[in-house]
């Protein structure tokens, strides 16, 4: 069993940075893909970027690819998102998810067996 908290959240002008924190319970976190998502209101959930737990590997959505960037470490059993040069479009709800996922799965928010409550982002214009 894994359990996931986001933090870092919060509001911030366009242009500006914040970094998201998934911080993990479980001693398998460390073998699990981990991934963000996010869910703006009135749209379906979308996949933001992912990391492999070998490798790793990283993954990017375009909307965020070059302003985004994952990292973790697997000694502090958490994964980060920094996001830099914040659009108003990047408002969401932001949330972390885990599990033993392929790479080729690693879009798919139904491939994650867990999640956390998620954090909320707004870039203000």
């Known amino acids: 069993q894994v359990q996931l908290v986001e933090s870092g959240g919060g509001l911030v002008q366009a242009g500006g940075s914040l970094r998201l924190s998934c911080a993990a319970s479980g001693r398998t976190f460390s073998t699990y893909a981990v991934g963000w998502f996010r869910q703006a209101p009135g749209k379906e959930r979308e996949f933001v970027a992912a990391?492999?737990?070998?490798?790793?590997?990283?993954y990017y959505a375009d909307a965020v690819k070059g302003r985004f960037t994952i990292s973790r470490d697997d000694a502090k059993n958490t994964v980060s998102l920094q996001m830099n040069s914040l659009e108003p479009e990047d408002t969401a709800v932001y949330y972390c998810?885990?599990?033993?996922?392929?790479?080729?799965?690693?879009?798919?928010?139904?491939?994650?067996?867990?999640w956390g409550q998620g954090t909320q982002v707004t870039v203000s214009s």
């Open positions: 990391i492999t737990w070998s490798g790793p590997n990283t």
């Open positions: 998810a885990a599990g033993p996922i392929y790479s080729s799965a690693i879009y798919y928010s139904r491939a994650y067996s867990y």
